[in-house]
């Protein structure tokens, strides 16, 4: 329930937007339900007005206000679910980045049976939210861990997507469960990240191996591989460059590093985890598309939770590729690194209240 509320109040943005959104949709058009109405109308004298309203969006109105004003939020709004009412959800899920394809998919899901039925906002929300947990259940799984030592995890991803923040983090996770862990600092033509994912290791109290500025990524990686051999490490986490810029030099580079390491063991590496942020939407997509062209991505991690109205790019993700999501980021803290659980997920993402 804790970790429910940090990310509901993380996942603000997304949640007001469709929260606000899917309310408006049901006001538009709503009428106040008779038998909620009568309800308020006994628990107070002044709803007598309500119910002998002409209009109905006066009705509507009204029972806001009066709702708001009674602290009884007892007027229930209730729509017709019709083609109109829909359309305008369709809309609502695609500008939260879901996608058009997934869009139209949950909204079809929610109108099958219920044409014609008259449906309140908080229904709407329970059916939505219902849609987009079963499409994340699917692809909410943690990690696999096999029983090899050491673990290899190839992290990749377009710079500034939170690789080096995310590698820290699920270092920190991993030594607290007792794990030793090794870091490669692999984009070694970046300076600046190589002394950034230091300051992360020693955050987490981690080993990182670096090698000079513009050696080669795939000679670090086998030493890394060694010298975690050596120790007797749990997990080596390699570290990758993101510069999509030059397409063929990366897949060549990481074809490379994915070559040396197997000459140690061939199951390696055991995870490829593609880092994504969420806040640049629709964007993700093409980044999943290209860099599983590039290497064989096992799975994701979608960082910058926290803060985005774009939530809604992960049901699009799920649906479109089904590649498990192992974690979420929601903050640049050690510990903002969170297991993925779906239906905590969707509440957050639509505003429901979880009981
Ligand atoms: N709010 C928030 N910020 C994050 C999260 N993850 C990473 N960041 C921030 O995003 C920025 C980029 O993160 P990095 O970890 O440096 O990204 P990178 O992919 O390693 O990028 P390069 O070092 O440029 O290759 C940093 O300012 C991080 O603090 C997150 O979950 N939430």
Redesign the pocket.
Known sequence: MAFFSKLKDKLFKSSSKLEEGLDAIVEDGGEVDESSASDVMSASGAAVAVATMDEPQDAVAKAGLLSRLTGQGGAVVKRELDDDMLEQLEELLIASDMGVDTALRVTANIAEGRLGKRVSSDEIKALLAGEVARIMETVARPMPLYASKPQVVLIV?????????????LASQFRAAGKSVVIAAG?TF?A??VE??QV?GERAGVPVLTAPEGSDPASLAFDAMSKAEADGADLLMI?T??RLQNRQDLMEELAKIVRVIRKKDPDAPHNTLL?L?ATTGQNAINQVETFQKLADVSGLVM?????TAKGGILVSLADKFGLPIHA?????QID??QPFDPEEFAAALIGLEQS
């Open positions: 991803g377009v710079n500034g997507a939170g690789k080096t923040t995310t590698i820290g983090k984009d970046r600046a990240a950034q994912l992360w570290d460059a993101g880092v942020d960082t910058k939770l926290d803060g979420i980021g929601v903050g640049e903002d690194l």
